[in-house]
Nanobody, 117 residues
């Protein structure tokens, strides 16, 4: 069974920063990509940032120039550095791990990020 666990969420004032972490038990050679999604109350889950096994990154327009995704291959961990946070960034943030061998996707339970105005 593959485990995915997020951490680092919390309450922060607008303009502040948080760093989310996501660790997975999936073997690094199987990881095709590690991604961050978020879901705000009453809204659909949306893709926030992607990092591939080749370290290519992509971001939602709403977070470009504010969020940075990175990974530590040795630790099978991906990070999301979030700066200049806005109230509209408030959501549950989910980590998604894409398995390049089975084409499966594994999800963590999510971590709450709340940005107060």
């Amino acid at each position: 069974q593959v485990h995915v666990v997020e951490s680092g969420g919390g309450l922060v004032q607008a303009g502040g920063s948080l760093r989310l972490s996501c660790a997975t038990s999936l073997s690094s050679f199987r990881i095709k990509a590690m991604n961050w999604y978020r879901q705000a109350p009453g809204k659909q889950r949306e893709l926030v940032a992607i990092i591939s096994s080749g370290d290519s990154t992509n971001y939602a327009d709403s977070v470009k120039d504010r969020f940075t995704i990175s990974r530590d291959t040795a630790k099978n961990t991906v990070y999301l550095q979030m700066n200049s946070l806005k109230p509209e960034d408030t959501a549950v943030y989910y980590c998604n791990v894409a398995d390049g061998y089975t084409n499966s996707n594994y999800w963590g339970p999510g971590t709450q990020v709340t940005v107060s105005s």
